[in-house]
């Protein structure tokens, strides 16, 4: 999985069932959900953006979730956590 090649589509798109707000999308790595941003109700006011990731991406790491300001920052946050994952994987086979 390319960490540098993340794609936000919305939940309406990704997820037809249910009803979903304009700011909830899915973020896809090589065509698989890796994560989830949405701006939450229920966050900071100064972060309102939620990035968390999907289950089966957790891999026994912290942090799974944030808040961040922007989307864009959210964003950052999925593929932060995204690319740790993938650091710590190779060190443990080399």
Do not use: N, Q
């Not at 589509?9 to 973020?27: F, K, L, T």
């Amino acid at each position: 999985m390319e960490k540098d090649y993340l794609v936000l589509m919305r939940a309406s798109a990704s997820r037809p069932s249910g009803e979903w707000s304009d700011d909830d999308y899915d973020v896809l790595a090589d065509g698989v959900v890796v994560g989830r941003i949405m701006r939450a109700a229920a966050s900071p006011v100064d972060a309102p953006w939620l990035w968390t990731l999907a289950f089966g991406h957790h891999e026994d790491r912290t942090p799974t979730h944030g808040c961040e300001a922007t989307r864009e920052a959210a964003m950052g946050g999925v593929r932060e956590e995204l690319a740790a994952g993938m650091t710590d994987r190779v060190k443990t086979r080399g």
